[in-house]
């Protein structure tokens, strides 16, 4: 052990020790009579004094090596250990703490895919009764270099720092080992101690692997790695987008098996398999391994998906789409995609008169995200539930199309007076995605106003127990105002008063000045009170009933709306569809509060009769593009109505009506690009267009001109994983074989559930570039490369991660552990009676000897006193 040392923390004070001297001169010219020994006694005590003031000024310290030791133990929580391997952890923890000795201190860190301070570092420490465990889906992951590098932040100075870990070493991140070099360059060892999992029965596909790029119809081969840790049959499920393609019995060896499916082929543009086994009772643990999935890119034929309402009135569009060699797949209002999985095997998307409350906006964003970030094509085509009238107002459909829901004020329309009745009973108070209900229902109150023209009259009363005026029965030329007191407004208590809604609408709306009279009712279906006069102590007075009020109102021209929110099994559900049936209106129901906006403005769209125009017209070209190229439009036959919309700024209007609105729009949105065909495609308003040679024509010069671009020459993709992790490396070619250098290459990520990861790929060497990219722990992340100085659009694939990787192995990566002790360094699977041991290299404690010269030079100061006052003999 090295010997003590000092340090003194302000140096410079030591300059003070010029004044001695001083001291020697001024003690020579005193006047005071001393003897020669006195006088030489004074002067060494008060040199003696000063000496000391100025060490305490310097704060000298002295250094002292120490064999004090600080110890965090940091333990693995993730789903990989069992619970017998968790109490391995507590029980060796526990047996070690029997060693610490007077001066250590003690803390524990528990971590799986974040790190968290079970227990502080103390001295005398015990370990508590039970520690809090992390979340299910945090518990799929470990991270042993984050928790190592977390642990180092809570070790105390002066002490010896020891690190013990303990884990299986299953490290989803990978950074452990780079984590246990700056620990060691901090100068705190690194033990490892393996946790091992008893011996259990367990068989899993480690992975599914097929070519990553794909022509349509080529042959190619499914290869599986299938581990098992015993002899057993398992059988094997194959699966083509979900679809299963074969199953079969296979006996498994111990090690790894490698399962074949050959020549398959494929067609499309995207397509995934999945490889699931299916173990005997009794030969598996878990059974998040059982299933693993491969994603393929092919190239081919451009893929169209039409959605209609009505899927058979679809034919004749998909018809004249398949005689130009364009596959097409036609579905109903069920088989709207739901994922991004879905979408990408197709390069153009139309929607054909379908509501938007079918959809839902989680999947019109969806839609947006696909065309934005993965540059595919989408069309919406008009009908009844199309545009405006189909709910569409505001939403990331609208947002992504090339014109606005809005119309201008047409002299034409018949003014509308709308009076909108909200509940604002207590049940109102829920909270659906961040928001109250009643907040959801003020803003599809707000999207009505909105909706409507200036000429209009509009109104809100909010209604519980009494009828509130939010907004007064009138013309509302500037609408920022209300907007701001109908979204204001707040829940109350009980229920709503159904009679004492209806008693006052009526007066208000009888009165109105317009030709069209609409009630807008919003209740909870759970919560409809005073369904009839008299009925409530509080409530309205005298005889009658609700339906009585509804059939007065028709009665006066008054039509009667009503949205419910709820299920069918509520128990007002069918008093309120009833009423809207007396009221000659329309009912909708819905359980999901943020539909409530698209169910206001559709609902007024329809009454205010000014998203839809039915009458004859012929289209009339307004611009030049290669889609309506190469047709004589001028012998185009009538189409019988269309959809109102305005054009936004930047958009393309290639055909218009003859009243000058959009027929045809188009413009780009991100990668893709967009267009609106106000009219149909089929038998209602284009009956006359299916017979007609340039709807043949048409149809496919639209598709291609829109359709996500090909992807086939101009990269050369390869993507490694690791540590979850998948790094993206592009050779860029030209067609000479040429690099292309400094493109500006752009590589979007999108995971099904989170965020789109957007990079430019930096340059490593001539036509090389490369990104890195986060990838879930599980689920399939699509990509798509493209750069805006190449001619033909870009690449897309897919990487899959079948389950997240804690769950790939159940045995303990003991090399992993040794490397970390090597490079701390520390020792691998240490005794519990060694975690305490002393320390390779011990801390050094410094003692402050500031108050000890202090304590000195106040004793001697009297003595000095004393001395100088005496008289010496």
């Known amino acids: 052990m090295s010997t003590s040392m000092f340090e003194l923390t302000y140096p410079l004070s030591l300059w003070f020790l010029l004044v001695i001297p001083l001291l020697f001169l001024a003690m020579r010219g005193s006047l005071a009579e001393l003897s020669r020994p006195q006088r030489a006694v004074c002067l060494a005590l008060r040199a003696f004094l ?98 190592m590098e977390f642990a180092s932040a809570f070790f105390p100075a002066e002490k010896a720092k020891r690190l013990v870990v303990l884990t299986d070493g299953a490290d989803t991140d990978g950074q452990a080992a780079q984590a246990a070099q700056r620990l060691a360059a901090a100068g705190i060892e690194v033990f490892t101690v393996p ?81 699931e086994i299916v173990p005997e009772p009794g030969a598996d643990t878990l059974s998040e391994n059982n ?47 739901k994922t991004l999985e879905d979408l990408q095997p197709f390069d153009l998307f ?110 809100v009363l909010a209604v519980d127990v009494r009828s509130h005026v939010v907004a007064p029965l009138q013309q509302h030329p500037a609408k920022a105002p209300v907007e701001q007191k109908i979204l204001s407004v707040t829940a109350g208590g009980g229920g709503i008063y159904i009679y004492t809604s209806l008693a006052e609408a009526f007066q208000l709306l009888r009165d109105a000045p317009a030709r069209i009279k609409h009630l807008i009712l ?21 005889n009658g009933t609700s339906f009585d009020l509804a059939a007065a109102m028709l009665a006066a021209k008054i039509t009667t709306s009503v949205v419910a929110l709820g299920l069918e099994s509520d128990k007002d559900t069918a008093f309120l569809r009833q009423l809207a049936e ?48 190469g047709i004589d439009w001028a012998q ?27 027929l045809l729009a188009t413009w780009r949105y991100g990668l893709g690009q967009t267009a609106a065909f106000t009219s149909d495609a089929k038998s209602r308003w284009a009956a006359d267009w299916l017979n007609w040679p340039g709807f043949n024509k048409f149809w496919p010069q639209l598709v291609r001109g829109l359709m996500r671009k090909s992807d086939q020459a101009s990269f050369g993709v390869t993507a490694n994983e690791l540590a979850g992790k998948l790094t993206v490396s592009v050779d860029a070619l030209k067609p000479d074989g040429a690099f292309r250098n400094a493109l500006p290459l752009e590589i979007n990520a999108g995971p099904q559930d989170g965020a789109t990861q957007r990079l430019i790929a930096r340059q490593e060497s001539p036509g090389q570039y490369s990104a890195t990219f986060d990838l879930p722990s599980e689920g399939t992340t699509l990509f798509h490369l493209t750069s805006p100085d190449l001619p033909d659009g870009g690449y897309d694939f897919a990487h899959t991660q079948s389950y997240p990787r804690e769950f790939l192995t159940s045995e303990t990566n003991e090399s992993l552990l040794s490397q970390m002790a090597q490079l701390a360094p520390g020792k691998f699977n240490p005794q519990p009676a060694e975690i305490f041991s002393a320390p390779k290299n011990p801390a050094v404690s410094r003692y402050d000897l500031s108050s000890a010269f202090l304590i000195g030079a106040l004793l001697l100061f009297p003595l000095d006193i004393w001395l100088r006052r005496r008289t010496w003999g």
């Open 350 to 459: 139309m929607l054909s008169d379908l509501s938007a409350l079918t959809l839902g906006r989680e999947c019109m964003e969806l839609y947006r995200r696909w065309v934005q970030d993965f540059g595919g094509g989408f069309v919406m085509l008009g009908g009844d539930n199309s545009f405006g009238v189909g709910g569409y107002f505001r939403t990331p459909i609208e947002q992504m199309l090339p014109v606005r829901m809005e119309h201008d004020d047409r002299q034409d329309l018949p003014s509308v007076a709308l009076l909108v009745v909200l509940d604002r009973s207590g049940s109102m108070t829920a909270v659906v995605q961040g928001q109250t209900k009643i907040a959801l229902a003020n803003q599809g109150a707000v999207f009505a106003l909105n909706v409507l023209q200036p000429k209009d009259y509009f109104g």
């Open 582 to 629: 007396r009221g000659n209106g329309r009912f909708y129901l819905t359980s999901d509060a943020t539909t409530l906006p698209q169910i206001f403005s559709t609902e007024t769209m329809k009454v205010a009769q000014s998203s839809l125009v039915e009458e004859p017209f012929q289209a009339v070209p307004s611009g030049k593009s290669a889609i309506i190229a």
């Open 522 to 542: 919003f209740s909870d279906a759970a919560d409809a009170e005073e369904k009839n006069a008299g009925e409530m102590s509080d409530g309205s007075k005298g």
């Open 50 to 147: 000063l000496l000391l003031l100025i060490f305490a000024l310097a704060e000298v310290r002295i250094l002292r090596p120490s064999n004090d030791l600080a110890v965090l133990f940091a333990i693995d929580q993730s789903a990989s250990l069992s619970p017998q391997a968790s109490q391995q952890a507590r029980d060796f923890t526990n047996t070690s703490l029997a060693a610490q000795h007077s001066g250590d201190m003690t803390g524990v860190v528990g971590f799986a895919q974040k790190p968290v301070l079970l227990q502080p570092p103390v001295q005398h420490a015990r370990i508590a009764q039970s520690w809090p465990e992390p979340p299910l889906e945090e518990r799929k992951q470990s991270d042993l270099g984050a928790a």
């Open 636 to 662: 185009s036959p009538l189409l019988l109505g269309y959809n109102t919309t305005k054009p936004k700024p930047g958009s393309q209007i290639l055909l218009a009506t003859e009243r000058g609105e959009p």
């Open 291 to 337: 299933r693993a999935q491969a994603t393929a890119a092919l190239r081919g034929e451009p893929r169209v998906l039409i959605v209609d309402a009505d899927e058979s009135r679809s034919r004749p569009l998909a018809e004249a789409l398949r005689k130009e060699k364009i596959t097409v797949e036609t579905r109903g209002p069920l088989g709207a995609p």
């Open 195 to 275: 946790l091992r999992n008893p011996f259990t029965p367990e068989v899993l596909v480690e992975k599914v692997e097929v070519p990553r790029r794909l022509k349509n119809g080529e042959p190619f081969d499914l290869s599986a790695s299938i581990q098992s840790n015993l002899e057993t049959t398992v059988k094997v499920k194959v699966y083509q987008n979900q679809f299963l393609l074969e199953e079969i019995s296979l006996a498994l060896k111990k090690g790894n098996n490698l399962f074949k499916k050959a020549n398959l082929k494929a067609d499309g543009k995207f397509i995934s398999y999945e490889v």
